[in-house]
């Protein structure tokens, strides 16, 4: 049995976050860890564990994921910001299930890491 991860408990109202959107298909709030003075997550509420588990019918979620993480940028005035998604454990990955960072707010460096 799969255990129930802490975005999982997000979408199903259990644990509290500072949301910025939600809708049908996805939630979106501030990272609790920020690495950024602007750090926001976008997740899908469909249960996707990484980027390698997406089948081709996810194609529309994932634009949509990247859609709302712009206009929230676009919300708070950004013109810069990059965009993360980490894959399994060795890229950073710490929740199982799929989401995408987005940070700004300060000069990010490159490589980050």
């Known amino acids: ?3 129930t991860t802490i975005f999982q408990k997000i979408i199903d109202g259990q644990i509290p976050c500072e949301k910025l959107h939600e ?8 990272d609790i860890s920020a690495q950024a003075p602007i750090h926001y997550l976008v997740i899908p509420k469909k249960p996707i564990v990484s980027l390698c588990e997406c089948v081709e ?9 990247l859609f ?4 929230i940028a676009k919300s708070k ?4 910001w990059r965009t993360v998604i980490n894959t399994g454990e060795e890229s950073g990955q710490t929740v199982f299930h799929l989401h ?3 940070l700004s ?4 460096q490159w490589p980050p890491g």
């Open 105 to 108: 707010g300060r000069k990010l």
């Open 23 to 30: 809708d049908d298909l996805c939630i979106a709030f501030n």
């Open 77 to 80: 005035n950004l013109t810069n």
């Open 1 to 3: 049995m799969t255990e």
């Open 57 to 65: 019918k996810d194609a529309a979620l994932l634009g949509h994921l």
């Open 100 to 102: 995408i960072h987005f």
């Open 68 to 71: 709302v993480g712009s206009q």
